[in-house]
T-cell receptor, first 113, second 113 residues
């Protein structure tokens, strides 16, 4: 069965520093996609970054990068130069070839001034 | 630019009442899904659909029914509400494509007393 695990319920980071949010996954499907979403206190879900299972290079989107280690089944999100507006819940998600997407429990990030 | 429209935004029910959460998307997306979000548990998949007339169960389907008669609409029905169904519900849609992100509705906060 598919599973997404985020083991950090809460994280603190100093403004302008980098932070890594952990995500591990489990699937027997060779074709899958990994996503990160941000949920600020307003409640909306914001797409951040995508990594395909066959992608050779780690995905990057501005200050966001995904550290994809396929053999270890991990897909950690790295946020560089943290900003106060990065304080939010962050969810890792995995989509299988049938387009079913499941989510991890999330990590709440607090950025300190 | 409607995207995914969810109604209502807030709802209070008494135990045993029934109701339907509405979800509509105007992006011609084949894939639609319903999630519930509870503190500490992330988003859990209730039901999903890969096209009109096709639905399948997610991680937590009990107590919920869905149907997909058109591409645009994917209503979620609670036949007999229970306090355990108190949650925030999100509808999402996705285009067919391996790297396509989920588009979310604004959510429904449901309280069952």
């Amino acid at each position: 069965a598919q599973k997404i695990t985020q083991t950090q319920p809460g994280m603190f980071v100093q403004e302008k520093e980098a932070v890594t949010l952990d995500c591990t996954y489990d699937t027997s499907d060779p074709s899958y996609g990994l996503f990160w979403y941000k949920q600020p206190s307003s409640g909306e879900m914001i797409f951040l970054i995508y990594q395909g299972s066959y992608d050779q290079q780690n995905a990057t989107e501005g200050r966001y990068s995904l550290n994809f280690q396929k053999a270890r089944k991990s897909a950690n999100l790295v946020i560089s130069a943290s900003q106060l507006g990065d304080s939010a819940m962050y969810f890792c998600a995995m989509r299988d070839r049938g387009f079913k997407t499941i989510f991890g429990a999330g990590t709440r990030l607090f950025v300190k001034a | 630019n409607a995207g995914v429209t969810q109604t209502p935004k807030f709802q209070v029910l008494k135990t045993g009442q029934s109701m339907t959460l509405q979800c509509a998307q105007d992006m011609n997306h084949e894939y639609m899904s319903w999630y519930r979000q509870d503190p500490g548990m992330g988003l859990r998949l209730i039901h999903y659909s890969v096209g009109a007339g096709i639905t399948d169960q997610g991680e937590v389907p009990n107590g919920y029914n869905v149907s997909r008669s058109t591409t645009e609409d994917f209503p979620l029905r609670l036949l007999s509400a229970a306090p355990s169904q108190t949650s925030v519900y999100f509808c999402a849609s996705q285009a067919r494509g391996t790297n396509e992100k989920l588009f979310f509705g604004s959510g429904t906060q449901l309280s069952v007393l």
